[in-house]
């Protein structure tokens, strides 16, 4: 079955940095657009970048773009969101999704998501 | 970005009855929204695809319709596990973009 496993999350000082990785296992890997997705505290959920199938394309949210990186190895299938300059605002739940193929779709299975807090 | 509307923001039903969830697009995005349920401490689990199609494993009681920029998923007789938050997402145009989401509370 699909799966999707985020990890890397934690409580961390504005201005650091943080590495998020999701684990996928389940279906062709190489053929999906992975995107993460974040809800902040009580409140709805913001797209935040995807990378393409082959890794050759990202796209990033206004809010994180020049600060966060997306990245994949699809030898090991696996997609990583490297964040920087972490901000208060940065503070969220983070889920890893996919999109079939294309980088615009709905989101069919959803990791688990991880908590980052940034704070001092 | 295509901004999207969700009303109520909460809605009460009684279990059994019958719920309607609206979401409007700031602009056309053809047939091209999805919906979400959202439990408490739960990732978001795709309901509807295409703006009608369920998606694999979802009730009958779960419906979607409406085109361009008038959407509506109705839950057609409450189930005590259905109470929940329940999101639109467009992605006819980029970025791909959120609702704020309905509560949908028991009564």
């Known amino acids: 079955q699909v799966q999707l496993v985020d990890s890397g999350g934690g409580v961390v000082q504005p201005g650091r940095s943080l590495r998020l990785s999701c684990a996928a296992s389940?279906?062709?890997?190489?053929?999906?657009?992975l995107h993460w997705v974040r809800q902040a505290p009580g409140k709805g959920l913001e797209w935040v970048a995807v990378i393409s199938y082959d890794g050759n394309n990202k796209y990033y949210a206004d809010s994180v773009r020049g600060r966060f990186t997306i990245s994949r190895d699809n030898s090991k299938n696996t997609v990583d969101l490297q964040m920087n300059s972490l901000i208060p605002e940065d503070t969220a739940v983070y889920y890893c999704?996919?999109?079939?193929?294309?980088?615009?779709?709905?989101?069919?299975?959803w990791g688990q998501g991880t908590l980052v807090t940034v704070s001092s | 970005e295509i901004v999207m509307t969700q009303s109520p923001a909460t809605l009460s039903v009684s279990p059994g009855e019958r719920a309607t969830l609206s979401c409007r697009a700031s602009?056309?995005?053809?047939?091209?929204l999805a919906w979400y349920q959202q439990k408490p401490g739960q990732a978001p689990r795709l309901l509807i695809y295409g703006a009608s199609t369920g998606a694999t494993g979802i009730p009958a009681r779960f419906s979607g319709s409406g085109s361009g920029t008038e959407f509506t998923l109705t839950i057609s007789s409450l189930q005590s596990e259905d109470f929940a938050v329940y999101y639109c997402?467009?992605?006819?145009?980029?970025?791909?973009?959120f609702g704020g989401g309905t509560k949908v509370e028991i009564k």
């Open positions: 999704t996919r999109t079939n193929g294309n980088y615009r779709g709905f989101f069919d299975y």
């Open positions: 389940g279906f062709t890997f190489s053929t999906y657009a």
């Open positions: 602009r056309s995005v053809s047939s091209n």
């Open positions: 997402q467009q992605y006819n145009d980029w970025p791909q973009t």
